[in-house]
């Protein structure tokens, strides 16, 4: 793998750092193949529970590459593999927590909300700014960004091409957290280093409902959620935390 992607492993959290520092973290295929590369390993390693994905204090991530699809034409792109990795990342069972300072722009706006929820420090700005290029949001930007803060803000954004604050985003339902530069990672770190300390199967299945609540209808997302409740009965960790409670004591989780 490129060093596109820096990684560490900081107990059951993994932490994965964006580093293209010259070009403002800009999205290339190559730093995406070895994103998704890390985290298709990730999921599948027993020994991490929760992932933090972070750029630079300066920019998670400033946008696609422009450099790299400036000369592409239709025939390039129609069918193609260009950026389809961000459904990898959307899959990824492994929740993950972006921790955004700076520019999250066009791709990189695309991509902090593909993670599961988004820590933002107070210099952070988000935007979708793809219209100034002459194209629209491509990596699910007008359906992300429409869920998560409504059709008024989101049509608001993608038609003029304008930034919003941290602040502002935490207030139309984008961000999660909104934090001081210098606490911003602790914090995530901490938030990822609780969940991963839950019971795995667990986590999972919570994620997964979570998600498909977006695109069930009520009634189907309540017989899904009842389903996957039921079915965690058949857990050993259901028992050991229910036990736990009942005895006064922390649980001690075994991932099955």
């Known amino acids: 793998m490129s060093d596109t ?25 190559e730093l995406l193949d070895t994103l998704t590369e890390h985290l298709a ?35 390039d792109v129609a069918g193609g593999k260009l950026f389809t990795s961000f459904d990898k990342i959307r899959d990824c069972r492994t929740p993950i927590i972006a921790a955004v300072s700076g520019f999250a722009l066009g791709g990189g706006c695309e991509l902090a909300m593909a993670a599961d929820m988004i820590f933002a420090s107070e210099t952070a700005q988000f935007g979708q700014p793809e219209i100034k290029l002459g194209v629209v949001p491509g990596m699910g930007g007008t359906q992300r960004l429409l869920r998560a803060v409504g059709k008024a803000r989101a049509m608001d954004l993608i038609l003029t091409g304008r930034n919003i604050s941290a602040v502002d985003a935490e207030a139309a339902g984008l961000v999660a957290r909104v934090l001081p530069l210098e606490s911003l990672l602790e914090t995530a770190l901490a938030a990822a280093e609780t969940i991963a300390g839950y019971s795995a199967p667990v986590v999972e299945a919570a994620k997964d409902c979570v998600n498909r609540a977006e695109e069930l209808s009520l009634g189907e997302g309540l017989d899904y959620e009842k389903a996957v409740f039921q079915g965690l009965f058949a857990l050993d960790d259901k028992t050991e935390g229910m036990r736990a409670f009942a005895e006064k004591r922390p649980p001690v989780f075994k991932h099955r």
Do not use: C, H, W
């Open 5 to 29: 992607v820096l990684y560490e492993q900081r107990g059951r959290v993994a932490l994965l750092t964006l580093n293209r520092p010259k070009a403002l973290n800009a999205i290339n295929t």
């Open 41 to 75: 390993r990730l999921e599948r390693d027993p020994g991490i529970g929760a992932i933090v994905l972070q750029g630079s204090e300066k920019a998670f991530a400033a946008g696609a590459d422009i450099k790299e699809m400036k000369d592409l034409g239709y025939a």
